[in-house]
């Protein structure tokens, strides 16, 4: 058992070489380097950066890849396999070159990153959708809805939501539950009748739920 496994993180030295051929398939070369950062030894030595380059060989769809997108200073991490392979160079010397043939590539430099992001923002201040209603909140049709009170429901024309005190004189006299019509602070308006102190007298006969309706005092009078 055998392994022939090569593993490589560093930059690309110059912009990749492609060549395409007759039957469509495509091999691509560039150099990488990786590079060991200095170091200080215990007894003071120091150590200088190191920098070693790398022949990279890709092919098929990988080679389109490194054609469009990978230029010279591109941060890649790269697996794949060395290969040795000779030639002959131009005053007939046998010249012999080790190769990475990757098999596996990704491309580590952000590109466009902050673009994508502006892209996105702007596109979501144009929606309107800067500030979102909270969930459950309702968006109010023709009514007043105090800051930081959802309305319950669709309020119409004239009517306090529950739990929501109706400011000045309500429509027809009717008040939501709970809640007396108010004409001034801590005063209620009373109608043509008696009404006991800390108590409100519907008008047109209503009662508030929980409380039965009085008889009017202007009918048992003898004129």
Known sequence: ???????????????????????????????????????????????????????????????EVVDKYVHKGDKLYLEGKIRTRSYTDQSGATRYITEVYADNMEMLTPKGASTGASATASASSQMGQGNPLPQGQTQPSQGYSPQG????????????????????????????????????????????GYSPQGQTQPSQGYSPQGQPAEDNPADDLPF
Request: glycine share 8%; net charge neutral; hydrophobic share 25%.
């Open 1 to 63: 058992m055998s392994v022939n496994k090569v593993i490589l993180l560093g930059n690309v030295g110059q912009d990749p070489r492609v060549k395409y051929f007759d039957t469509g398939s495509a091999v691509a070369t560039f150099p990488l380097a990786t590079t060991d950062r200095a170091y200080t030894l215990s007894n003071g030595t120091q150590i200088p950066e190191r920098t070693e380059w790398h022949n990279i060989v890709v092919s098929n769809r990988l080679a």
């Open 149 to 192: 009170q959802p309305l319950q429901g669709q309020s119409s024309q004239g009517y306090s939501p529950q739990a929501q005190p109706s400011q000045g004189q309500s429509s027809q006299g009717y008040s939501s539950q709970a809640q007396p019509s108010q004409t001034q602070q801590g005063q209620t308006q009373p109608s043509q």
